[in-house]
């Protein structure tokens, strides 16, 4: 049973760094695309973007000079980290396994998401 | 930020059927690239519904059906339940410089 599990601190002061992490059980991470997506309160889902245990990464435009992703396979999880955050970054986080073809991705596994609040 | 639209709430009483649709552009859903459905009930995360357009994980109820044609998808609940009410979200790749992936911006689905 494929189960995903987000971890990291609930409350970020604005210009520093949100840290998390998602632990994978029930499947090896060396297969599929881990993918961190967000929804703010009350509003729609936000693709962030994903880590292949190859090492390969993507990432969303508006965000790619902020994000950084990476995959520790000795302890099957990956983590994401977002850089200068502000009051717009508050959302709840979730991580999720991506089954790629090349007419795109979809999520299968979903972690059950963390609260990050972006707040001094 | 979205460039899937969806209408904000769609409604039915039970036993009938309603319809989600999912308008996108030529840079994604007309583009061919799949479209996949989530489901997503308050304070949890969103499940997987329809992938590749037309279908269902196991476990998910076959009144849940999917479609495609040119840039528009929809899902289909064809007898509708009052566990179903839900939000319901369309998500596709996209081949612009907006996102690599991108969801729709979500319908509320409410059980008459």
């Known amino acids: 049973q494929v189960q995903l599990q987000e971890s990291g601190p609930g409350l970020v002061k604005p210009s520093e760094t949100l840290s998390l992490t998602c632990a994978v059980s029930?499947?090896?991470?060396?297969?599929?695309?881990w993918t961190w997506i967000r929804q703010s309160p009350g509003k729609g889902l936000e693709w962030i973007g994903y880590?292949?245990?190859?090492?390969?990464?993507n990432s969303h435009p508006s965000l790619k000079s902020r994000v950084t992703t990476s995959v520790d396979s000795s302890r099957n999880q990956f983590s994401l980290k977002m850089t200068s955050v502000t009051t717009a970054d508050t959302a709840i986080y979730y991580c999720?396994?991506?089954?790629?073809?090349?007419?795109?991705?979809?999520?299968?596994?979903w972690g059950q998401g963390t609260l990050v609040t972006v707040s001094s | 930020q979205f460039v899937l639209t969806q209408p904000p709430s769609v409604s039915g009483a039970p036993g009938q059927r309603v319809t989600i649709s999912c308008t996108g552009s030529?840079?994604?859903?007309?583009?061919?690239?799949?479209v996949h459905w989530y489901q997503q009930f308050p304070g949890r995360a969103p499940k997987l519904l329809i992938y590749?357009?037309?279908n269902r994980p196991s476990g998910v109820p076959d009144r849940f059906s999917g479609s495609k044609s040119g840039t528009s998808a929809s899902l289909a609940i064809t007898g509708l339940q009052t566990e179903d009410e839900a939000d319901y979200y369309c998500?596709?790749?996209?081949?612009?410089?907006?996102?690599?992936?991108?969801f729709g911006t979500g319908t509320k689905v409410t059980v008459l």
């Open positions: 998500q596709a790749h996209d081949n612009s410089l907006s996102a690599l992936y991108v």
């Open positions: 880590i292949h245990y190859s090492g390969t990464t």
């Open positions: 999720a396994r991506g089954s790629h073809s090349d007419r795109g991705s979809y999520y299968d596994y």
């Open positions: 029930g499947v090896g991470i060396s297969t599929h695309y």
């Open positions: 590749g357009n037309i």
């Open positions: 030529r840079s994604n859903i007309g583009a061919g690239y799949d």
